[in-house]
Structure formats: structure tokens, C-alpha cells
């Protein structure tokens, strides 16, 4: 095969394409549930946060765990497209722009949840205008828009030359469509310096990105460790949210990636080698994860110290045992057994295996948030002579809204995936060893 | 805000409207003193009378041609005023409060006039008498708990808007116009002082059109924080909180560390004599937060913590205990 003829077959298999039955059936699906998560939220918009379980205890509830989800899956951007790019993991090349797929429409939900979770959102922009710099939720938003600014340039940046391919398929796609490549190609025309300066920019964004993602999972645990309360009084908060985050971000890749192999039947770009590749890199992080788990529970539940006592009785044996036990065995031992071989990693298996501890990521944030509020240092208040007992049970609407908003990202996520090519046509080139010249020329102005 | 402003008279419908309405010659300034006009320096109207709750809660009688609705722009200003006021404190003061724990019977009069005054609607109230045991064989004893008005408040600085705040009195108050309702106030605060309107505030009639100020923490809000505030519409007349007067065994006890002094109105003391004779301690001391709220140990009570008084025992928590 030419290069040029390598380069028309990648086009050819990489541009976007219509979905098919099932993928339209995922869309409506996903459309009815954002819908309904809206409307919930059209009514606590009217009642307030009444329509919640929320209470003068339990004053921060899913809104805020799942807030936790939403950045947490959304570090996983900086790890495939920066960390794995700046260590010259080449195999990871198809995956990092669905990485940054992942990193941009998560970190938008998150953005949005937060708003959800206030009691007067009209007024979020005073965040802006009577922020106070010495608040752990002014270093967030700050962290967070910076994260997502840099997500985004790291998501459209790379993608200028297959812009630029793709706009010169006449007829391939309705015209809007090649319009809107056209605009995306922001005036691209493959010359040496475009793709010098788009190299350097990368480069530099890519090692940019890794503060600033760790910082963004580190200040959301700050917004729990800054507190004096059991369970969220601790000094391991940090590493021990951002290896988490890093673990389910894994997890999202694997998951998606093995979706849009099957819709696009894409075997040959997303190789089963990669899958392999990506499950021995989740059991790292998986043990990494579970490190700072054993830190994060064995020294308070050793010394028994008033204020973590109780609370870690609920977590080990009590009301929250199930859950607690199901997120560390399902969510984290049994993954990490089942991916140490080689069978484990196979694709379906991982998949499903990614599947499962999404799932336990999305109660384990539960886990770090909802349970220390139910220990309060002074006893519950007692109301005409009975106990008050702290109950957190979420109401259809509180669910229905977190629904929606997941439903939420997966979509911004569907649509992306539908009109953006998301593995990078140009790297792959490369990657085959098409020469300089030839990808040049490919997304320049004149016909190939 | 409404802007059908109707005269009030004396019905159900009316008192609600009470303080939209100025005097006649009345400057803002007056608001707050409705109460103290003698009804007869009314006397050149009509001579109809109208009956209004002052800011103490009181029923005066004014001539009704002295009353004028404020215009929106009146009230706004007022507004912007109470809330810029409110953020200074008094001059001169520094605020504290000593309760004395052998005294409480808990008769829960401070909660009753507390939630009366502050109109606190459902179980939301901003004081709690609790059954505190330190340890098992040790004696039970009631303690009652207002906001701790920390020197190193929690609650302030995790505020991303600057919605509460400390004032140079020392108290520690919330501007509700400000609060975005976020809720990380408490998250931060270790002693579950704050309470949420959840939603649109219930019983509230009485209050709802008064223009907003922070030092009455009234009209409350939906959506935003509230919490105890040492009555600072009282302190600035002059007055005691109302948990402090409404008290039957004088456990309450407030003044000013500048003067130190403490009073519970029939007895006054020396705070630093106080403190020292009867070992007064901060509840949590260990936290770091510095409250402004001093407990005298439950020595030597009046009378015995009643055990069969049909109070279950402290539920299940393993850590109420002082430090």
C-alpha cells in the first residue's frame, strides 16, 4: 500500500459515520433520560431543595458524590493523552482522543451538577464577583475551568489536520457537516510550521495538563479533608481521590472503547493488544487504589479514636457494610484477581470487568461522602423526648436528576463520538510510517 | 418585592405588611423605632388608629395618616443598609456567653423564645438542649447549645462568597442575600449549628415583607443558611438575646469581654472571676475553633438529672463527651 493509499483507507475507516439501529436506540434512550433529570430539576428549581432527602444532618448528598464521580472519570484525559503521550506510549494513540472525549464531557457535567446541588443557583455567578480566594470551593472552580479549557484545546488542537482531511470529502457528508469541519480546521493548511507549532503546543499543553489534573481531584478531596469531621479528616485525601480518579478513568476508557470498536467494528485500530495493554495498566492503578484504601481505613479502625469509631462501625459492620464491602470487593479485589491473567484482559471481560467497577466508583464516592455525615460530634437532637435518627434515603427526583446528568454525559459523549473522528487519523499515519511529507500534503489545500 | 403596599390595619392579612410602612416624617433611621413613638405625637390625623408590631414584637397604636407604604427604592435602600451595617458590628464590643450546666432543668424556655422570635418554622430550631453522658458510669446532664461564635470560625472560611462572616463583636452572621445555599458552611461546622431552608419557609406570614436585614436574620430565605446569632437587633438596643430573659433558672449568662462582665439579668459577674471560681471550659476545645461560648461544669446540681423522665438514652453515639 502507497502512503497515500494508507492514508485514504485510515479516512476511510476513521471518519465519522452514521449509527446504526442501536445506536439510535442508545440515543433515545439516553435523550429520555436527561429529559427526565431535567424536568426533576425544573421542579426543584420551583420547590427548592425540599424535593431531596437532604437535611440539616445529611446536608450534602448524592448531587455532591456524584459531583466526585463526574471529576473523577474526567482525570483520566491527562492520563492517556498527557501522561501516556509524554512517555511515548505509542500503542496508546487511538485511545487518547477518546480519552479527552471522556475528560471534556465529564468535566462539563461536573461543572453543571455542582449548580444542581445549590440552594440558589441564580446567584451562582457570585462566585465570581465576591469570590474569596481563601475558600476550597473558589480553588475548584478555578481548577476546574482551567482543566476544562485545557481539555478542550487538547481535544480540538490535534484533531486541526483531520479537520482539514475530512472538509475536502465532498459528498461524504451533508454539507453542514463538512462545513462545520471546515470550521474546525480553523484555516489549516499542513505546512511544516502549522504542524511544528501544533507539535510544540501539544507538547506543552501535555505537560501542563498534569498539575492541573492532579490539582483538580486533589482540591475536590480538600472539599471534604478541610473539614473537621471523622472520616474526612484526613491528611491521605488527596493521592488517595486522584488514584482513585485515575482507576475508574481507566475503567471509562476500556468501557468506551470496547463500545465503539463493536458499533464501528474498528478490530484493527482498537486491538485486542490494547486491551491488554490497557487491563494490565488498570490493575496498577487498581493496586495503587487499593493502597491507599488499606491508609485510608486500617490506621483510624487500629486506634479507635473518638469521631472515626462509630463511623467506621457503620462502614465495616453497619448500615453501610453492604456497600462499603461490595464497592471494595467487587468494585476493586475481585478486578484486580481477574485482570492479573491473561484471559482477564481479553475484551469482553475487561469490559464488563470496567463496567462493574464504574459502578462501585459510583458508590464509593457515595461512601467517602454520605456516611461521615451521619456522625456529627454532638448527639442527634432529640424532638419531644424521641431520637431523631440521621436518615439519608434519596428521593425519585434526587436519582432521577443524578440519572440525568450521567445520561447527560454519555450523550455529550455519544455526540462527539458520532460527528468528530476519534481516533486521530494523522497520528495513526504516523504511526503506520507515512512520511511528514505525506500527512502534510493529505491535510493541506489541494486534492489528494 | 410587592409593590401593592396596602395601609395596615389591625387583622390577620395586615400584620404582615407592618414594616413596609414609615411614619410620615419618618426617616429610615426610624424604622426601628416604630415602637418607641408615643401614639398621642400622632395626633394631627384623622385620628383613626392603627395597630402595628414593632421590631420588639410588640403592639403599638399609631395614627394611620402617619403611615406611608415605602416606595421600592425606599426599601431597597433600607436593605442595603442593614446589610452593610450588619457586617460591621457594634463598636467596642466583643460578645460572649457563659452557660452554666448545673443550673439547666431543661425547661426549654430559650427554645421557646428563641423559635417565637425568630419565627423558626417547623424543627429547625436554632437552639438544642441536649442529654449529654460523658461516659458510661458518669453523671447525665442537659446542655444547651447555641452557635459557638468561634474566633476561628469553620464555617467562615470555607465560605466562598463571603455570605458569613465574622464581625468585630465577635458574632458570627449570615447575610442571606449573599448565600449561594452551597452548604460547605455546614460541612464545615463540627457542632451542627446551621440549619438549611430547604425550602419555601413555612409560618412565616408575620415577617415575609419586612425589608431583610441579616442582624434579625429575618425575612428568612429559601434556598440559604441560617443559624443562631446572638440577637444582635437586641444587643443593639440595649437588650439581652431572648434565651438569656426568657430563661426561669438564670443559666444563661451574657456581657461583653472588653467589660468583662457576664449578666443573666438578675445576676451580673466578673467573666474572668467566673471562669476561674467555677472551672469554666469551651466545649471541643481540642478543635482549634475558639468558641465564644463558655460552659460552667455540672456541679452541684439543683436538681437531680432525672432518669425515668421518659428521655431515651443518647442515641447510640459513642462520642458525647467534652474535652
Not at chain 1, 325 to 349: A, C, D, V
Not at chain 1, 378 to 399: A, K
Not at chain 2, 192 to 210: C, H, I, L, M, Y
Not at chain 2, 305 to 321: E, I, Y
Request: hydrophobic share 45%.
Amino acid at each position: 500500500m502507497s502512503e497515500s493509499q494508507i492514508i485514504q483507507k485510515l479516512t476511510d475507516d476513521l471518519k465519522p459515520r452514521k449509527f446504526g439501529t442501536m445506536g439510535k436506540l442508545w440515543v433515545g434512550v439516553l435523550i429520555i433520560l436527561s429529559l427526565t433529570g431535567l424536568y426533576s430539576y425544573l421542579i426543584q428549581l420551583r420547590d427548592g431543595l425540599e424535593i431531596t432527602a437532604l437535611n440539616n444532618y445529611v446536608s450534602w448528598g448524592i448531587y455532591i458524590s456524584n459531583f466526585v464521580f463526574f471529576v473523577a472519570v474526567s482525570l483520566v484525559g491527562s492520563l492517556i493523552s498527557a501522561i501516556l503521550r509524554l512517555s511515548n506510549a505509542k500503542w496508546s494513540i487511538p485511545l487518547s482522543r477518546i480519552a479527552e472525549i471522556i475528560a471534556v464531557s465529564n468535566i462539563i457535567m461536573a461543572g453543571l451538577i455542582i449548580i444542581v446541588d445549590m440552594g440558589r443557583p441564580e446567584r451562582f455567578y457570585y462566585l465570581f464577583t465576591y469570590g474569596r480566594i481563601q475558600s476550597p470551593i473558589v480553588w475548584d472552580v478555578i481548577v476546574v475551568t482551567t482543566y476544562l479549557i485545557i481539555s478542550l484545546i487538547l481535544l480540538f488542537l490535534p484533531m486541526l489536520p483531520d479537520m482539514a482531511i475530512l472538509q475536502k470529502r465532498k459528498g461524504e457528508f451533508p454539507e453542514w457537516q463538512r462545513k462545520l469541519y471546515k470550521f474546525f480546521s480553523f484555516g489549516w493548511i499542513g505546512n511544516k510550521q502549522q504542524y511544528a507549532i501544533m507539535s510544540r503546543t501539544i507538547f506543552q499543553l501535555s505537560i501542563l495538563i498534569i498539575p492541573v489534573a492532579l490539582a483538580i481531584h486533589t482540591v475536590t478531596s480538600w472539599l471534604f479533608a478541610t473539614t473537621l469531621r471523622g472520616g474526612w479528616n484526613s491528611t491521605n485525601f488527596g493521592p488517595y481521590f486522584v488514584a482513585g480518579a485515575f482507576m475508574v478513568g481507566a475503567a471509562a476508557v476500556i468501557a468506551v472503547m470496547y463500545a465503539a470498536r463493536r458499533q464501528y467494528q474498528l478490530q484493527e485500530y482498537i486491538t485486542d493488544d490494547i486491551f491488554d495493554k490497557m487491563g494490565k495498566l488498570l490493575v496498577m492503578l487498581s493496586l495503587v487504589y487499593l493502597y491507599f484504601n488499606i491508609n485510608e481505613y486500617l490506621t483510624p479502625a487500629f486506634k479507635q479514636m473518638v469521631g472515626e469509631h462509630a463511623l467506621l462501625k457503620d462502614l465495616f459492620v453497619g448500615q453501610f457494610a453492604p456497600m462499603f464491602w461490595g464497592t471494595q470487593i467487587f468494585g476493586m479485589l475481585i478486578p484486580i484477581i481477574l485482570m492479573s491473567f491473561p484471559w482477564g484482559r481479553k475484551p469482553r471481560l475487561l469490559f464488563i470487568i470496567s463496567i462493574v467497577i464504574i459502578v462501585g466508583a459510583w458508590f464509593k464516592r457515595y461512601l467517602i461522602v454520605i456516611p461521615t455525615l451521619f456522625h456529627p460530634y454532638l448527639p442527634v437532637i432529640e424532638q419531644n423526648g424521641v431520637p431523631t435518627s440521621i436518615v439519608y434515603h434519596p428521593t425519585f427526583h434526587e436519582w432521577s436528576i443524578t440519572m440525568g446528568s450521567l445520561a447527560a454525559a454519555l450523550l455529550i459523549m455519544t455526540i462527539l463520538f458520532r460527528y468528530l473522528p476519534f481516533i486521530s487519523i494523522w497520528e495513526m499515519a504516523e504511526y503506520k510510517g507515512v512520511s511528514e511529507d505525506h500527512i502534510q500534503k493529505a491535510s493541506g489545500p489541494h486534492p489528494v | 418585592m410587592k409593590k401593592d403596599n396596602q395601609p395596615i390595619v389591625e387583622n390577620a392579612a395586615s400584620r404582615r405588611n407592618f414594616l413596609k410602612f414609615s411614619i410620615a416624617s419618618g426617616a429610615l433611621a426610624m424604622l426601628s423605632q416604630i415602637g418607641e413613638l408615643p401614639a398621642q405625637e400622632n395626633g394631627d390625623g384623622s385620628g383613626e388608629k392603627v395597630r402595628l408590631l414593632n421590631s420588639e414584637g410588640k403592639l403599638v397604636e399609631v395614627d394611620k395618616s402617619a403611615i406611608k407604604p415605602l416606595t421600592e427604592n425606599e426599601l431597597n435602600t433600607i436593605v442595603s443598609e442593614n446589610r452593610k451595617r450588619a457586617r460591621k458590628g457594634i463598636e467596642g464590643r466583643k460578645w460572649v456567653m457563659v452557660i452554666d450546666l448545673a443550673r439547666c432543668k431543661h425547661a426549654l424556655n430559650c427554645q421557646e423564645a428563641c423559635n417565637k422570635h425568630h419565627h423558626i418554622p417547623g424543627d429547625r430550631q436554632w437552639l438544642n438542649v441536649y442529654k449529654m453522658q460523658n461516659a458510661e458510669n458518669t453523671a447525665p446532664y442537659w446542655m444547651p447549645k447555641t452557635c459557638f461564635h468561634c474566633d476561628n470560625p469553620p464555617c467562615v472560611s470555607v465560605c466562598p462568597v463571603d455570605a458569613t462572616f465574622k464581625r468585630d463583636d465577635g458574632i458570627v452572621l449570615i447575610d442571606n442575600e449573599r448565600c449561594i445555599g452551597c452548604r460547605f458552611c455546614m460541612a464545615g461546622c463540627p457542632y451542627s449549628t446551621r440549619v438549611f431552608n430547604w425550602g419555601e419557609p413555612e409560618n412565616q406570614d408575620a415577617v415575609k415583607d419586612q425589608p431583610y436585614d441579616p442582624e434579625k436574620s429575618l425575612p428568612r430565605k429559601k434556598g440559604t443558611v441560617e443559624k443562631c446569632d446572638f440577637c444582635p437587633d437586641m444587643l443593639r438596643m440595649g437588650h439581652l438575646p431572648h434565651c438569656i430573659t426568657a430563661c426561669p433558672n438564670g443559666v444563661f449568662f451574657f456581657g461583653d469581654r472588653n467589660e468583662d462582665t457576664v449578666t443573666n439579668g438578675s445576676e451580673t459577674y466578673k467573666f474572668s472571676k467566673l471562669m476561674e471560681d467555677k472551672a469554666g471550659y469551651r466545649y471541643l476545645e481540642d478543635l482549634g475553633t475558639e468558641p465564644n461560648v463558655y460552659y460552667l461544669p455540672p456541679v452541684d446540681r439543683l436538681v437531680p438529672f432525672d432518669k425515668s423522665d421518659n428521655l431515651p438514652p443518647v442515641g447510640g453515639h459513642d462520642h458525647n463527651h467534652k474535652h
